[in-house]
C-alpha cells in the first residue's frame, strides 16, 4: 500500500495522535520540494535524474577526449598531449645543447636555426632572408604560445578570486566562477544539510526507543553514524521497521501510542533520507572544488608559470637573433651566441621544462581521479531516485500487522494478521480506540 496513503489514513481517524494532521501536509510538501527545486531542465525531478545519468557517459568521454562544446575545458587528452609535448622538448633540448657544445665557433649561426626551435626543416647554406623567415614564423610560434598561456593564467586568476562571474558545467547547472566562493556555497549547503539532518535523526531515535521498548523490536539508533554510514543505518531502519508487529491489546499496552510512534517513524524516515543525500552531495561536491583549489589548481598555476617564463626567454632569444643577423657578425660574436643558447638551454628552458614535466605528471593523475567523482554522481542520482520509488510507493513495502485485540476486539477472518499495507489502518486504529474506550 502506498505509504503516502497510509499516513493520510492515520491523521485522518487518529487526532489522538499529535501531529497526525501534518504528516500527509509534510510527505506531499517534500514530494513537491524535490521536484521544484530538482526538476532541472526536465518536466520533473525524476526525468531530471534519468537526464543526468544518461549523461555520465558522454561527460566521462568528455573529461577524457576533450568537450567538443568547449575547448577551453581541460580533459585528459590534453593533459596527456601537453605531458608528451614536455617530454619530447626535454629530449630536444638535451640533444641541442650536446649541438652547441660541439659547434665550431665559425659556424655559431647555424644555431639560430635549429635552436630553440620550432623544428624546422634542415636548410643547406640558407640565405639571410630564409633565416629572417624561420625567426619571424618563430616569433609568431612562441607568441601565439604566450596568448594561450595568458589566456589560461587569466581563467586560473579567476578560479582562484572571489568575482562573481558565473560558468555552466556539463549539466547545464551553474555555479560560481570563483572556486573560492563555490567552496564556501557547498561547504555552507553541507553544514545546512548536516543539522537538518540530525534533528530528523535524533527523531527517529526517539521513535526507535519507545518502539523498541515497547515491542521488543531491534531499531538501529542513527545519531551516532557517519555520513558513510547513514544510508545503509536508514534503510536497516527502514526494514526492521517494516517488520514490526503490533502486539494484542491489553490494559498493559497502549497499542495505540505505539501505532503512532511507527506512523511518525515513516514519516520522518524520506525526510532523514532526503537530508542525508543533500548532505553528501553537497559535501562530495565540496570536497572536489577543495581539492581543486588547494592542489590542481596551484600546480596548473605553477606549470602555466613555467610556460610562460620558458616563452619569455624564446621571445627574448629570438630577438637578439634578429640582431645578431641584423648586425652581420659586428655585434654579439659567435662564442657569445653559443654561450647565450648554452645558457638558454640550461638555465631557463631545461629547468622549466623539468618543473612543467612534473606538474603536468601529478595534474594527470589528479585529474584521472576525477573520474571517480562521476561514480559518486551517478551513487546520489539513484539514491534520489530510489527516494522518489518510496514515496510514490510507500517508504517501504509496510509490513507490520495488527494482532486480534483480545476480548474488546471485533476480529473476523480478513482483520486478523493482515499485513499493515493491504488494508487502510484507520480501520485498525478505530478498533484500539473502541477497545480504551471500554476500559
Known amino acids: 500500500m502506498n505509504l503516502i496513503r497510509v499516513i493520510a489514513a492515520l491523521a485522518c481517524v487518529a487526532p489522538a495522535w499529535a501531529g497526525a494532521n501534518t504528516s500527509q501536509q509534510d510527505l506531499d510538501a517534500l514530494a513537491h520540494q524535490i521536484d521544484a527545486s530538482e526538476k532541472g531542465q526536465s518536466s520533473d525531478a525524476r526525468a531530471e535524474y534519468k537526464r543526468r545519468l544518461s549523461l555520465l557517459p558522454t561527460i566521462k568521454d568528455w573529461q577524457a577526449n576533450g568537450n567538443p562544446n568547449d575547448h577551453d575545458a581541460v580533459s585528459l587528452k590534453q593533459l596527456n598531449d601537453e605531458l608528451a609535448e614536455v617530454t619530447a622538448g626535454i629530449a630536444e633540448a638535451n640533444k641541442n645543447l650536446l649541438r652547441i657544445q660541439a659547434a665550431p665557433v665559425e659556424y655559431a649561426a647555424l644555431l639560430i636555426v635549429t635552436v630553440p626551435g620550432p623544428t624546422v626543416p634542415l636548410l643547406n647554406n640558407p640565405t639571410r632572408e630564409q633565416v629572417r623567415q624561420i625567426l619571424a614564423e618563430r616569433k609568431t610560434y612562441w607568441q601565439d604560445k604566450r596568448n594561450a598561456c595568458l589566456k589560461s593564467i587569466d581563467t586560473a586568476r579567476r578560479m582562484r578570486g572571489s568575482g562573481d562571474a558565473t560558468v555552466r558545467d556539463e549539466?547545464?547547472?551553474?555555479?560560481?566562477?570563483?572556486?573560492?566562493?563555490?567552496?564556501?556555497?557547498?561547504?555552507?549547503?553541507?553544514?545546512?544539510?548536516?543539522?537538518?539532518?540530525?534533528?530528523?535523526l535524533a527523531a527517529l531515535d526517539e521513535n526507535a526507543v519507545v518502539i523498541n521498548g515497547s515491542l521488543g523490536s531491534n531499531l538501529p539508533i542513527l545519531s551516532g553514524l557517519s555520513l558513510n554510514d547513514l544510508p545503509e543505518g536508514l534503510k536497516t531502519y527502514r526494514d526492521r521497521l517494516s517488520a514490526v508487529k503490533i502486539p494484542q491489546y491489553d490494559r498493559a499496552t497502549d497499542t495505540l501510542s505505539v501505532v503512532t510512534n511507527i506512523g511518525q517513524a515513516n514519516t520522518l524516515l524520506p525526510c532523514a533520507t532526503r537530508s542525508v543525500i543533500l548532505w553528501n552531495e553537497a559535501g562530495t561536491r565540496a570536497d572536489k572544488i577543495r581539492g581543486m583549489l588547494t592542489d590542481i589548481l596551484p600546480r596548473m598555476e605553477a606549470a602555466h608559470a613555467n610556460q610562460l617564463s620558458i616563452i619569455d626567454s624564446v621571445l627574448s632569444d629570438t630577438d637578439q637573433d634578429v640582431s645578431f643577423l641584423g648586425n652581420a657578425g659586428a655585434g654579439e660574436s659567435g662564442q657569445a651566441l653559443i654561450t647565450r643558447k648554452s645558457s638558454l638551454l640550461q638555465n631557463e628552458i631545461l629547468p622549466n621544462l623539468l618543473e612543467r614535466w612534473n606538474d603536468?605528471?601529478?595534474?594527470?593523475?589528479?585529474?584521472?581521479?576525477?573520474?571517480?567523482?562521476?561514480?559518486?554522481?551517478?551513487?546520489?542520482?539513484?539514491?534520489?531516485?530510489?527516494?522518489?520509488?518510496?514515496?510514490?510507493?510507500?517508504?517501504q513495502s509496510v509490513n507490520p500487522s495488527i494482532q486480534p485485540y483480545g476480548n474488546n476486539s471485533r476480529p473476523s477472518n480478513d482483520q486478523e494478521n493482515l499485513p499493515y499495507g493491504n488494508k487502510k489502518i484507520s480501520s485498525r486504529i478505530e478498533e484500539i480506540s473502541k477497545s480504551l474506550s471500554h476500559q
Open 171 to 200: 549539466f547545464g547547472d551553474s555555479h560560481p566562477e570563483s572556486l573560492t566562493l563555490w567552496l564556501k556555497s557547498e561547504t555552507s549547503k553541507a553544514w545546512d544539510y548536516r543539522r537538518t539532518a540530525n534533528r530528523y
Open 360 to 395: 603536468l605528471s601529478i595534474l594527470t593523475a589528479r585529474y584521472q581521479a576525477l573520474f571517480s567523482s562521476l561514480q559518486a554522481e551517478a551513487e546520489i542520482l539513484k539514491e534520489k531516485t530510489e527516494l522518489l520509488d518510496d514515496l510514490d510507493g510507500g517508504l
